[in-house]
T-cell receptor, first 116, second 114 residues
């Protein structure tokens, strides 16, 4: 069965510093990978996705992620964080769920704290 | 504007009571999903539906029920059999026809037990 691991429950970064959030997946076939962001009490917003092709994917809000098949990883990066980036970040892998439907398996999330 | 709406934003349930959470989308998506979110647990799939009048259980369906009578609507009922219903509930939809299409999420409903 597919799974997603986000090793860091909390990460604290100073405003203006660079950011990398880690994501490792387990999936038998070619994965489809997503990063979502969630502000407190809100739904999830898609940051970026990888389906195929270029392994470096650009997303919204200045985020990017790199797919590394050899490491089963899809880490999220941003060169300079802003206080508004403080949120919960979820990595997800697209997978076939029951009945042949397409679904998502989520990691447990990483809570990003921005220090002034 | 196209999107997904969920209502109410907050919902209170008394012991032994069934409550229904609304999810509506005007994206013309075929597939719809319900997730439960608990602190530190990520999102767990409750039910999903690929087409009207058809739905499937997800990983944690016990104590929940759904219906899909219209393409744009996928209400979730939290029954009295769900002993620990306090959570944040998220509805999502996805266009079918393309493999592994993106799921788009509504703003969520927070359910609290009185």
């Amino acid at each position: 069965a597919q799974s997603v691991t986000q090793p860091d429950i909390h990460i604290t970064v100073s405003e203006g510093a660079s950011l990398e959030l880690r994501c490792n997946y387990s999936y038998g076939a070619t994965p489809y990978l997503f990063w979502y962001v969630q502000s407190p009490g809100q739904g999830l917003q898609l940051l970026l996705k990888y389906f195929s092709g270029d392994t470096l994917v650009q997303g919204i809000k200045g985020f990017e992620a790199e797919f590394k098949r050899s490491q089963s990883s899809f880490n999220l990066r941003k060169p300079s964080v802003h206080w508004s980036d403080a949120a919960e970040y979820f990595c997800a892998v697209g997978a076939i769920i029951g009945g042949g439907a397409d679904g998502l398996t989520f990691g447990k999330g990483t809570h990003l704290i921005i220090q002034p | 504007d196209g999107g997904i709406t969920q209502s109410p934003k907050y919902l209170f349930r008394k012991e032994g009571q069934n409550v229904t959470l609304s999810c509506e989308q005007n994206l013309n998506h075929d597939a719809m999903y319900w997730y439960r979110q608990d602190p530190g647990q990520g999102l767990r799939l409750i039910y999903y539906s690929q087409i009207v009048n058809d739905f499937q259980k997800g990983d944690i369906a016990e104590g929940y029920s759904v219906s899909r009578e219209k393409k744009e609507s996928f209400p979730l009922t939290v029954t009295s059999a769900q002993k620990n219903p306090t959570a944040f509930y998220l509805c999502a939809s996805r266009a079918t026809g393309t493999p592994r299409g993106t799921q788009y999420f509504g703003p969520g409903t927070r359910l609290l037990v009185l």
